[in-house]
């Protein structure tokens, strides 16, 4: 069995979990049976997979499976539903905050929190009051229907506990939260129940994990074959996948640039994401990388002895290549588009400035980017881009959109693909955007822009921090109808690099390498051990 090792799904995700989905159709259709394995505790997981067509036998949770709730007959629960052990109770409905208060007179009995996005008001979580009004214990509803999880408060409005439990409501994992010898609050140990009764003590998740992959690898064990273990979130099991108990194939697959500064990737410190699994490379049986360019530059800083293998994360579906090709002059004349998150490493404020730039010769030249928004430093990506628009008064160039449900309907309309990041590790939406047609302008940053974009041919690879440079190109191009449909034409002639045909040979070198390895496996001793005495 093949294992695909993520925290978690959500309905907004980022480029690993795209790259997954893109992976499992492809999977999929060759008939090659696999588990997208999810660490992380989630409620709604099951939901959103099912969204996007993962089915609950290719899902693996690792709560779900102590908890023994992968599949489940789906319940919907209303407040009404709810006994809260007295009477005479008001139910009033903040729709704002989407959740009811449960008062008893004028005391405060439970505040029942619902699914917003769910227009049943299906329970997500109870927050519970004592006599004195203050919070005690939380209870959190799985979107199926079930009780899964609960928190018990301490005395001073902290997480002291947190209990797991089974479909009939008998705890199956609890953890502890207690201040450590430098007064920080943290988790200080993990208890599992096993189905029969076994009590484990774990001293942190990462054990509970060890024990977790351990139990998938003993399920699904052959004995000529082994399984395959791939970490496309690699701080969730890089450590574990080094101490399995029986032999498996485990791979580190590279998403991102393995160097901090993606510039200078055979000197600068490592992105910190990769920097244990890196450090212990030859443990693992192979690494991928989505680019040759980062295979070899991985070869030559880091001189691995494990296999490594260049496998696209991107994959254009065939149904894509039998599309009709739309030609320039059929979509929104002088338009640049981006898809991404508005973060500080996406830069989009560049492709502003650029556009802004540009403008001074073509001035229609507008801007749609599609993305939620990550708000750290203060909101710092949202801020350089008003800044941006306001510089060049482009208040109605610029159309800024949340997060794209279908980006290939975007895509088709629009003529240029920006990009201007820090870093990329492939970046799925340039390719999306040359199997539709799209011309890209990208900086020279690694990974996969200087890839996937022939420089000349179906865009430009600009230098890196090129705002200027890229101002330049969009003239070029939209002043030169010729040229910008001979590189539309050129991108989708690209593109065939990432067909599944293409990709899934890559795909086949390492399913050919994992099952010539064989290791021999010895149990550890069971046999003559406790009490031997037969009991009549």
């Not at 629960?77 to 109770?89: K, P, R, S």
């Not at 910190?272 to 049986?285: I, R, V």
């Not at 293998?309 to 588009?337: C, K, N, Y």
């Amino acid at each position: 069995m093949l294992f695909f090792i993520n925290s978690s799904f959500n309905q907004k995700n980022s480029g690993i979990e795209h790259a997954q989905l893109k992976r499992a159709a492809l999977f999929r259709k060759y008939k090659e049976p696999f588990k997208l394995v999810f660490r992380e505790w989630s409620p709604s997981i099951h939901r959103f997979l099912a969204d996007v067509g993962v089915n609950e036998d290719e899902t693996l949770v690792m709560f779900d499976y102590f908890q023994r709730t992968q599949k489940v007959v789906e319940k919907i629960i209303h407040v009404e539903d709810l006994d809260f052990g007295v009477d005479n109770l008001s139910y009033n409905k903040e729709p704002a905050q989407g959740r009811y208060i449960i008062l008893r007179g004028q005391q405060l009995i439970a505040r029942v929190r619902y699914f917003t996005d769910d227009s049943m008001e299906r329970v997500n979580a109870i927050e519970y009051f004592d006599g004195f009004g203050n919070l005690y214990r939380v209870d959190f509803y799985d979107f199926r229907g079930f009780v899964s999880l609960v928190q018990w408060y301490t005395p001073d409005n902290k997480i002291g506990t947190e209990v797991w439990y089974d479909i009939d409501g008998k705890p199956v994992i609890e953890t502890y939260n207690r201040y450590d010898a430098n007064k920080k609050y943290i988790k200080t140990n993990w208890r599992l129940i096993e189905e029969d009764g076994t009590v484990y003590m774990f001293s942190n998740i990462e054990e509970l994990t060890l024990h977790f992959l351990n139990r998938l690898n003993e399920e699904y064990w052959q004995d000529d074959k082994l399984n395959i273990f791939i970490m496309d979130r690699t701080h969730l099991a890089d450590w574990a996948l080094l101490h399995m108990e029986r032999p498996a194939y485990t791979v580190l697959h590279l998403h991102n640039s393995h160097a901090g500064d993606a510039q200078d990737p055979m000197h600068s410190v490592m992105n910190n994401f990769y920097e244990f699994s890196l450090t212990n490379a030859n443990g693992y049986d192979a690494v991928i990388s989505a680019t040759k360019k980062q295979t070899r530059d991985v070869k030559a800083r880091f001189k691995p002895s494990t296999k490594l293998f260049t496998i696209p994360v991107g994959i254009v579906p065939d149904s894509i290549f039998e599309e009709e090709r739309i030609p320039m002059a059929q979509r929104d004349p002088h338009s640049v588009l981006v898809t991404a998150r508005v973060a500080p490493e996406k830069r989009i404020d560049h492709i502003i400035r650029a556009i802004g730039i540009a403008r001074e010769t073509v001035p229609d030249i507008t801007l749609d980017f599609y993305g939620y928004v990550d708000h750290r430093d203060n909101d710092a990506a949202q801020k350089a881009i008003d800044a941006a628009i306001k510089e060049y008064h482009m208040e109605e160039a610029v159309h800024q959109y949340d997060y794209a449900t279908d980006v290939a309907a975007v895509q088709k309309k629009a003529q240029i693909y920006g990009l201007a990041s820090v870093m990329e590790g492939f970046n799925l939406s340039l390719m999306e955007a040359i199997s539709h047609g799209m011309v890209g302008l990208t900086y020279d940053v690694n990974y996969g822009p200087n890839e996937l974009i022939i420089d000349g041919e179906n865009g430009y690879v600009l230098p890196y921090e090129g705002i200027q440079e890229m101002a330049d190109k969009m003239v070029e191009l939209f002043t030169n109808p010729k040229k910008l449909q001979e590189m539309s034409t050129r991108s989708y002639e690209l593109a065939e690099r990432y067909s599944e045909a293409s990709v899934w040979r890559a795909w086949q070198k390492l399913l050919k390498d994992a099952r010539s390895k064989t290791k021999e496996y010895h149990p550890i001793i069971t046999a003559g051990l406790g009490d031997q005495r037969q009991k009549k």
